[in-house]
């Protein structure tokens, strides 16, 4: 599989402050933290043999700082382009502060990984499955939870969590 990467310049700096700039640096780096455990590597090694997809086909794997919208507004969790780069994006700070008034930090935290998780599960899931994007979202979900079983799924929150990040609001968001 191709290399994982926190990149800070292929994205136009939007204006944010320093408390903001400081909030994403964050949110990269246990984002590209999370996806290079190697548990989670040798799982997606296994997913990858399981779909029949060549590791060849994923030139890198950038963990952006900022978020990104598309054409129509709404935000990306990643996208796969046609040379093989998978882009992963954060969630809006926004966002995350609300749910840091909802759920405890390590919930929050717990949030990000495994979406940082999943989103890159489905971009890989698109290399097999192009335009399904319904088979897609069902094998993501599935082998996320596949993954993350026996480490988080005995707490209820952790359920809920996980159940608000396969949700079209959260996707939409």
Same mark, same amino acid.
């Given at each position: 599989?191709?290399?994982?990467?926190?990149?800070?310049?292929?994205?136009?700096?939007?204006?944010?402050?320093?408390?903001?700039?400081?909030?994403?640096?964050?949110?990269?780096?246990?984002?590209?933290?999370?996806?290079?455990?190697?548990?989670?590597?040798?799982?997606?090694?296994?997913?990858? *043999?399981? =779909?029949?997809?060549?590791?060849? $086909?994923?030139?890198?794997? %950038?963990?952006?700082? @900022?978020? /990104?919208?598309?054409?129509?507004?709404?935000?990306?969790?990643?996208?796969?382009?046609?040379?093989?780069?998978?882009?992963?994006?954060?969630? *809006?700070? =926004?966002?995350?502060?609300?749910? $840091?008034?909802?759920?405890? %930090?390590?919930?929050? @935290?717990? /949030?990000?990984?495994?979406?940082?998780?999943?989103?890159?599960?489905?971009?890989?899931?698109?290399?097999?499955?192009?335009?399904?994007?319904?088979?897609?979202?069902?094998?993501?979900?599935?082998?996320?939870?596949?993954?993350?079983?026996?480490?988080?799924?005995?707490?209820?929150?952790?359920?809920?969590?996980?159940?608000?990040?396969?949700?079209?609001?959260?996707?939409?968001?």
């Amino acid at each position: 599989m191709g290399k994982i990467g926190v990149d800070y310049l292929v994205q136009e700096v939007p204006e944010v402050d320093e408390k903001q700039a400081g909030f994403y640096r964050k949110y990269a780096a246990v984002t590209d933290k999370t996806l290079r455990r190697p548990s989670f590597l040798g799982f997606l090694g296994w997913m990858l *043999r399981e =779909e029949n997809i060549e590791g060849n $086909m994923i030139s890198r794997i %950038k963990v952006m700082m @900022f978020p /990104f919208r598309n054409g129509k507004g709404n935000g990306l969790a990643g996208r796969i382009t046609a040379k093989g780069e998978i882009f992963l994006y954060p969630k *809006r700070k =926004e966002f995350c502060c609300k749910l $840091m008034r909802e759920f405890e %930090k390590n919930n929050v @935290f717990f /949030f990000i990984k495994a979406r940082a998780m999943a989103t890159l599960i489905h971009e890989l899931l698109h290399l097999r499955y192009a335009r399904d994007e319904n088979m897609v979202r069902q094998k993501t979900e599935e082998y996320l939870q596949i993954f993350i079983w026996e480490e988080y799924m005995r707490d209820v929150e952790t359920r809920s969590i996980l159940k608000m990040l396969f949700s079209s609001e959260a996707v939409a968001s």
